[in-house]
C-alpha cells in the first residue's frame, strides 16, 4: 500500500495518464488537449482529463486507487460508519467541520486505522490526519467516490442533528417522534433502502445498540447502527405513520402506510412484535407500480409454463401453490389469474393483506379481527356465483374443507400452503383432519416454488460444471458470481423463481387415497416426468441464469 505523502505526484500523474491513453485510445491531439487545458485552469491532468469528458471521475478515481494499492470505496456497505467516524474525531480532537471540508474521515478496527478520502492527493490533509494518529498503528488508506462521499456528509448531517435532539432535556417519546431529525432518521431508511432495491426493512433492538438491516434479493444486509437510546422514538415514529397505538409495546401490531421516491410510491406494511430487548420492526415495501404480471416473466421452463397454464384452463378442483414466506407464491396466482382473465368469467379473491390490484377481478381484504376469515370469505363467495376463486393460503381445516367443498361444486379454487415440497401437500391436508379421498379427488395439481438470485450479468465468469451433473443432460453454460460496482459487489441482480409442478395422476391418486408415505408419492411424481425444485434450479444454472452455490444454498438436501 502506497503512502501518498512519499510519490511524486507529476510523476504519478503522467505514468497513470499514460496508462489510461492505452485505455482508453487516447490521441495525441487529445493529450496536447489535456495539457493545455491543465495549464489553462491551473489544475491536474487528471482533472482535466475528466473536466474533457474523455474519462469519468469513477474510472479516474478507482485507476488512482488500484495504483495506489488502495481500497476504492463505490458501495454503501463498505462507507465507513458515521458513529465510528464521530467516536475518532472526538478521540483525536479533529473538527467534523473540517474533515468534512477536506473530504477525510478515520475509523479505527482493532488493529489499524481506516483513512478514507476522497482526493488522494490532498496531501494537507492526510498530514493533518496522519499527525493525530498514534504513530506504531498501521494505517490502511481508502478512496471515496464521489457519490460515497455524499452518502457519508449526509449521514453525518443526520447524525449530528439527531444527537443534539437527544441530548434536549426532554424525554417524552411521542414529542421525540415529530422532531425533524428523528422524522429524516426514519425518511432516510425507507428512502436507502428503495435505492438499494430492498424488499424489507428489518429494525431490531439489542443490549446496547440498535441495528438496521436490509433484505436485498433475499438476503440481510446490514445499514445502520445507532444507539438503543434512540429506539424508542424511532419505533414512535414508525408506529405514528402505520397508525398503531404508539403506548403498546407487549403485543405485536400490525399496521401500514405510503411512501414515496424518486417518483416511485410504495405500500409499506409493518408489522411489531416484541422481544427481550424491546420489539423487533419489519416493514415490507410494496411498489404501487410493478412490471405487467406474466407467467412467463416469472423463469417457468417451456414444460413447466404450458403445465399451469393448462391447470389455469380446468374447470374444477384445485391447484395449491406451496413455499416458505417470501418465496413468490402470491405473484405467481396473480399471474395465473390474469392469464385466465378473459372477462367472461367471474374471478374472486379472499387475502390477507391485499398485495396487487387487478381490474376485473373482486378482491376481498380478511379481517380475521373482526371475524371476517378466509373460511367465512370462502362461505359467501359460494353465493356469488364465482367461476374462479383464489384464497390466500389455507391455514386451517375449515378452510381446507370449504375450498374442497367449492371444487366438488364446480369451481376451480387457487390457493397457497406451506410445505417443503409439492408433494408435501398431501399429508399435510391429512394432518389437517381432510379426508384423504377428499384430497385425491379435488386437487389437480400442486407447485413448489423458491426464489434464487440471479447473476449480475456485468460480471458473471465462465466457471466448469460441478461433479455431480452428467453434463449431458444439461446446457454447457455454468457461470458462477464474482461482484462489480453495478450489483454492489454481491455478484447477483434481481431473483428468478425454480420451480416443481406436479400433476395429480391416477397412480398418485392411489396413493394419496391409501395414505401412502411421502416418500412413495415423490417417486412415484418423478416416474410422471415431474423436476424437482434442485433439478430445476441446476437447470437454470447450465443456463448461465443462476449459480450451483445459490441452487445448494435454498434447496435443501431432501429436495435434491
Not at 392411489?510 to 401412502?516: D, Y
Request: some cysteine; hydrophobic content about 40%.
Amino acid at each position: 500500500m502506497t503512502n501518498p505523502l512519499t510519490i511524486d505526484i507529476k510523476q504519478f500523474e503522467s505514468a497513470l495518464i499514460s496508462e489510461l491513453r492505452e485505455e482508453l485510445a487516447l490521441s495525441d491531439k487529445q493529450l496536447m488537449l489535456i495539457d493545455n487545458t491543465a495549464e489553462d485552469l491551473a489544475c491536474s491532468k487528471l482533472t482535466a482529463l475528466n473536466r474533457l469528458a474523455l474519462a469519468s471521475e469513477e474510472t479516474i478515481a478507482s485507476r488512482i486507487a488500484e495504483y495506489l494499492d488502495w481500497d476504492y470505496v463505490n458501495k454503501i456497505v463498505d462507507c465507513p460508519s458515521v458513529v465510528e467516524i464521530l467516536e475518532q474525531i472526538e478521540k483525536t480532537g479533529l473538527s467534523i467541520d473540517w474533515c468534512v471540508e477536506q473530504s477525510i474521515f478515520v475509523t479505527k478496527t482493532d488493529s489499524a486505522y481506516c483513512i478514507f478520502i476522497h482526493d488522494p492527493f490532498n496531501l494537507f490533509a492526510l498530514s493533518v490526519v496522519i499527525a493525530e494518529l498514534q504513530p506504531k498503528i498501521e494505517k490502511q488508506f481508502l478512496v471515496l467516490s464521489s457519490a460515497m462521499l455524499a452518502n457519508v456528509v449526509e449521514d453525518l448531517s443526520r447524525e449530528r442533528a439527531v444527537s443534539e435532539l437527544f441530548g434536549a432535556t426532554s424525554s417524552n417519546v411521542a414529542a421525540l417522534a415529530e422532531e425533524a431529525p428523528v422524522i429524516n432518521l426514519v425518511n432516510s431508511f425507507l428512502e436507502k433502502a428503495i435505492q438499494a432495491e430492498a424488499s424489507d426493512i428489518h429494525i431490531e433492538a439489542g443490549s446496547s445498540n440498535m441495528v438496521v438491516r436490509f433484505r436485498v434479493d433475499g438476503t440481510l444486509i446490514e445499514y445502520m447502527q445507532q444507539p438503543i437510546s434512540r429506539f424508542p422514538a424511532i419505533a414512535s415514529r414508525i408506529k405514528l405513520i402505520s397508525d398503531l397505538d404508539i403506548a403498546e409495546r407487549r403485543l405485536p401490531q400490525d399496521g401500514r402506510f405510503s411512501a414515496r421516491s424518486a417518483g416511485l410510491e410504495f405500500d409499506v406494511r409493518v408489522s411489531t412484535a416484541p422481544d427481550v430487548h424491546g420489539e423487533s420492526i419489519v416493514m415490507r415495501l410494496l411498489p404501487k407500480k410493478r412490471e405487467e404480471l406474466s407467467l412467463a416473466k416469472l423463469g417457468f421452463e417451456s414444460d413447466h409454463l404450458a403445465q399451469i397454464k393448462k391447470w389455469g384452463t380446468l374447470s374444477n378442483g384445485i391447484v395449491l401453490v406451496t413455499g416458505p414466506t417470501g418465496s413468490g407464491k402470491s405473484t405467481t396466482l396473480y399471474g395465473l389469474l390474469k392469464d385466465i382473465k378473459t372477462g367472461n368469467e367471474k374471478i374472486v379473491t379472499v387475502e390477507d393483506p391485499v398485495e396487487f390490484q387487478l381490474d376485473g377481478i373482486t378482491q376481498v381484504q380478511a379481517k380475521p379481527e373482526i371475524g371476517y376469515t378466509f373460511a367465512k370469505a370462502l362461505r359467501t363467495f359460494l353465493r356469488q356465483d364465482p367461476d374462479v376463486i383464489m384464497v390466500g393460503e389455507i391455514r386451517d381445516r375449515e378452510t381446507a374443507e370449504i375450498a374442497i367443498q367449492s371444487s366438488l361444486t364446480g369451481h376451480l379454487v387457487l390457493s397457497t400452503l406451506h410445505t417443503n415440497d409439492a408433494c408435501s401437500v398431501f399429508p399435510r391436508l391429512s394432518d389437517m383432519g381432510v379426508e384423504p379421498f377428499l384430497i385425491a379427488a379435488t386437487i389437480q395439481g400442486v407447485q413448489a416454488q423458491r426464489l434464487v438470485r440471479k447473476l449480475c450479468n456485468a460480471c458473471a465468469i465462465k466457471t466448469s460444471p460441478p461433479p455431480f451433473v452428467d453434463s449431458a443432460e444439461y446446457s454447457n453454460n455454468w457461470k458462477k458470481a464474482v461482484g462489480c460496482p453495478k450489483c454492489q459487489g454481491r455478484g447477483y441482480k434481481g431473483r428468478v423463481g425454480i420451480y416443481e409442478l406436479v400433476a395429480v395422476t391416477q397412480e398418485l391418486r392411489t396413493l394419496i387415497t391409501n395414505s401412502a408415505p411421502v416418500a412413495d408419492i415423490r417417486k412415484q411424481a418423478k416416474l410422471d416426468g415431474s423436476r424437482n425444485l434442485f433439478a430445476d434450479g441446476l437447470l437454470k444454472a447450465s443456463m448461465g441464469i443462476t449459480s450451483v452455490e445459490e441452487v445448494l444454498r435454498v434447496c435443501n438436501s431432501e429436495e435434491g
